[in-house]
């Protein structure tokens, strides 16, 4: 608990007697003395001013977007019974112990009973798991000869999840994708019951309501709408030979974190897949799919089967991937049902002559826009997810 300070102090306290002893020198043996009784008061002062903090930490928001500033708050009750000595808070701050730094917040002397307040920005430039912790107050004699440390809080996970840009999602007639949409949806045959309407040249003979058609002085035609999109599956390709290099890796963790958003606020049942058994579904699909693409690495781990979903209506399969021979594409490319329509997103140059939908993420700005464009939309917002 001596700093080196009162280790210097000692042994030159130490020096002195002992040079006073062999030259016979009595102010060698004072300032020797002298030494001795500056440690020890230095060491019994930290020992009994050690304050009796109760410390609360509150980290908003709970979940941070990458790029954003959060916050730690630290709330103090003093618990002892007589004036607490001045402090430091210390608090390291980091994704592990090699790379932790420490906040280190002064707290002044507090009367029994108070209560006080502090705290420190928590930068979050990259996804990943933030732990912050444990919090510490240090007290230090007022010569800084000696030093005690006491925990008062344990560690805490700040989970920073990636960035998710709005995406339009494709309507049907809208967009080469709302093309392809379109052609399916009219080769499974008239959608919903949508009203009538009059007979105009070029209408099929069997869509003539002939009831109608009675009551009216002209032929009315039954009008059917479309059935639109309904279902939307994100498949993203964790493996480590998918991706050319980490940026890419972090492209498509975008990308995926950005369709499962935007795929969610546009209605649509959601589902995620990804490498480690996980398939996310349900309500809570986005949140849950921001969680697992805030702590996911590269992995050698085999992707959930990629198979027909039994939900109703037109479906889209996109697949997050930099490599068009790799097991997610492959399986999304044999799924055989008429209502889905498969989507590659590239990290990488395109190498699947054969696939017709394909969005360019080889950056993060051509992959919005290619999306937008393909989605037939325009709109480039950020969303803070």
Not at 198 to 220: C, F, N, Q, V
Not at 266 to 275: D, S
Request: net charge neutral.
């Amino acid at each position: 608990m001596l700093t080196r300070q009162g280790l210097v102090v000692l042994f030159a306290g130490a020096a002195a007697v002992i040079i006073g002893r062999i030259f016979a020198v009595i102010e060698l043996f004072v300032i020797g003395a002298a030494c001795f009784a500056a440690a020890i008061i230095a060491f019994a002062y930290v020992r009994l001013r050690r304050p009796r903090l109760q410390a609360d930490r509150w980290i908003h928001p709970s979940v941070l977007v990458a790029g954003d500033t959060g916050r730690v708050d630290i709330h103090l009750d003093q618990r002892g019974r007589v004036r607490s000595a001045a402090c430091v808070l210390c608090e390291r701050v980091g994704r592990t112990m090699g790379d932790a730094r420490v906040a280190r917040l002064p707290v002044d002397p507090l009367p029994r009973g108070a209560r006080s307040s502090t705290g420190y920005q928590l930068p979050t430039a990259l996804r990943g798991v933030v732990v912050v912790g444990p919090l510490d107050v240090e007290i230090s004699d007022p010569l800084g000869l000696a030093r005690l440390t006491t925990t008062i809080a344990d560690t805490a996970e700040v989970i920073v999840v990636p960035r998710a840009r709005l995406l339009d999602m494709p309507r049907l007639g809208q967009g080469v994708l709302g093309n392809e949409l379109l052609a399916k949806a009219r080769r499974l045959g008239p959608g919903e019951f949508h009203g009538l309407r009059e007979y105009a040249t070029g209408d099929e003979p069997r869509s003539i309501h002939w009831k109608s058609s009675a009551r009216s002085d002209s032929l009315m035609v039954k009008e059917h709408a479309a059935e639109g999109l309904h279902r939307c599956t994100i498949v993203f390709d964790a493996a480590p030979s998918a991706h050319r290099d980490a940026a890419a890796f972090e492209r498509g963790v975008t990308a995926a974190a950005s369709l499962a958003h935007s795929a969610v606020l546009a209605g649509l049942t959601t589902r995620f897949v990804t490498a480690g058994g996980i398939d996310l579904r349900g309500p809570e699909v986005a949140a849950n799919c921001l969680r697992v693409l805030a702590r996911i690495e590269p992995t050698d781990a085999p992707l959930p089967k990629v198979d027909r979903d039994t939900g109703e209506g037109l479906g889209l399969v996109v697949v997050i991937t930099g490599s068009a021979s790799g097991e997610a594409w492959t399986a999304a490319r044999s799924i055989l049902d008429p209502t889905l329509t498969t989507v590659l997103v590239s990290t990488a140059e395109p190498s699947d002559a054969r696939a017709r939908l394909v969005v360019d993420a080889t950056t993060e700005e051509a992959f919005v826009s290619t999306w937008q464009s393909m989605a037939g939309h325009g709109r480039l917002d950020l969303a803070g997810a």
